[in-house]
């Protein structure tokens, strides 16, 4: 089983993406400036069969732009707006969109915990997350499956935050997607992370969800593991903090904790 990925090899990825996304962009840049050399070309030659070149330059023009938007949408440290959440509410909240996500061949089943520790988190970022892994979840199990959306109280022991800077061992509110699917191999759990890392065909996988998960949970004083093998299916676990506020049955702070604005 793979567990937890190293802190190096996410900042490793992060370097991997600078030269492929420059790569991938410079192949649409040459195919750019190719057509517009025929279109010059003809033109000089007072032709006027320019419009298949002029296709082709808007095509590689428009993929581009798209490239850039989805490395902005990466990059760009989206502006958290943390506050309480109730995650078995938020969880119980998104059920049908879930269902409708991942089809009828999938049967999704809710295991929430009783006296979940409420979490400090941006509940969109959470919903995001959650779609998204149901949605991975769904790929996995193309001919159906089981996925099962968990939250418990949970702990990352010293151990389980060594290799992880600025994370603290402590108390975690835990929501975790787990799916009978195909699972990864290691090598496709190693790369998970890294940003535009994709294993599915052009134009169905940005291989953005999981990059973004992480930096999610990251910015979020949180963190996010997975556990998968081939033909045993996955399970992506996402660690958020513990908020202890005065509704809190558990009075003592605990670290992490993240104080409730007055
Ligand atoms: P995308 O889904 O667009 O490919 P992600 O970052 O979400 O991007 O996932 C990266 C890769 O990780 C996927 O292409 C797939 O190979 C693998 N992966 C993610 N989730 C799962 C899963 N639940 N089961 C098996 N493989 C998965």
């Excluded at 997350?129 to 499956?145: E, H, K, S, T």
């Amino acid at each position: 089983a793979r567990e937890a990925l190293f802190q190096s090899q996410k900042m490793e990825a992060v370097g991997q993406l600078t030269g492929g996304v420059a790569h991938d962009f410079n192949n649409l840049l040459q195919a750019i400036i190719g057509s517009l050399e025929m279109i010059e070309r003809r033109l000089e030659e007072g032709r006027t069969d320019v419009q298949p070149f002029i296709a082709a330059t808007r095509t590689a023009a428009d993929r581009a732009a798209a490239l850039t938007q989805r490395l902005l949408a990466f990059s760009r440290r989206q502006p958290l707006a943390p506050r309480r959440v109730d995650l078995n509410s938020l969880v119980t909240g998104m059920r049908d969109l879930i269902r409708q996500s991942v089809g009828a061949a999938v049967q999704v089943e809710l295991r929430l915990a009783r006296d979940l520790w409420t979490t400090w988190a941006d509940p969109n970022q959470v919903e995001n997350a959650l779609l998204n892994l149901a949605i991975n979840a769904r790929d996995a199990m193309p001919d159906g499956g089981r996925l099962i959306v968990r939250t418990t109280n949970g702990k990352l022991d010293e151990e389980a935050v060594a290799h992880e800077p600025g994370l603290v061992a402590g108390d975690y509110v835990v929501l975790s997607v787990a799916d009978t699917g195909v699972g990864m191999t290691p090598e496709v759990a190693d790369r998970a992370f890294e940003p535009f890392f994709t294993t599915k065909p052009v134009g169905q996988g940005t291989g953005l969800g999981l990059s973004q998960l992480y930096g999610f949970a990251r910015q979020s004083g949180g963190d996010v593991r997975i556990d998968s093998a081939p033909g045993r299916g996955t399970t992506v676990t996402l660690y958020l903090p513990r908020c202890v506020g005065a509704a809190d049955p558990v009075p003592v702070p605990q670290k992490p904790v993240v104080p409730e604005p007055q």
